[in-house]
């Protein structure tokens, strides 16, 4: 008796990790989506986008490397990104401050229901 309620206690913890970790992949990809969908067309090629999730914690973090881009690319694809984002979703934003300056300036955005 007591080997069938181990078995099933381990079968049970196992289920509950692979629902929590599928959560967070929704959250992570949900997130991407918007932040991909609200930027504008022509730069949607240029980003580099990467999403952190934890996995106990609802809140994502979406970053965004725009150091390719010129400044006023920059802030072209960042008002509509800024103005989109879902509740718990942090944006920061890393871009390159001067061209021969090797320094690169991140800048965090939080959804306005967030705050």
Do not use: E, K, Y
Not at 4 to 9: F, K
Not at 17 to 29: G, Q, S, V, W
Request: with cysteine.
């Amino acid at each position: 008796m007591a080997l069938v309620v181990a078995l099933g206690l381990q079968i049970a913890l196992l289920a509950l990790t692979f629902a929590l970790l599928n959560a967070r992949d929704r959250r992570r990809d949900r997130a991407i989506a918007a932040v991909t969908a609200a930027c504008p067309r022509p730069l949607r090629g240029s980003l580099a986008v990467h999403a952190r999730a934890p996995v106990l914690s609802r809140r994502v973090v979406v970053t965004l490397n725009l150091s390719d881009f010129d400044v006023g690319d920059v802030w072209a694809a960042v008002r509509p990104i800024a103005d989109a984002l879902p509740p718990r979703v942090a944006l920061v934003i890393g871009a390159r401050v001067d061209d021969t300056l090797p320094v690169t300036l991140g800048v965090a955005v939080v959804a306005p229901a967030a705050r």
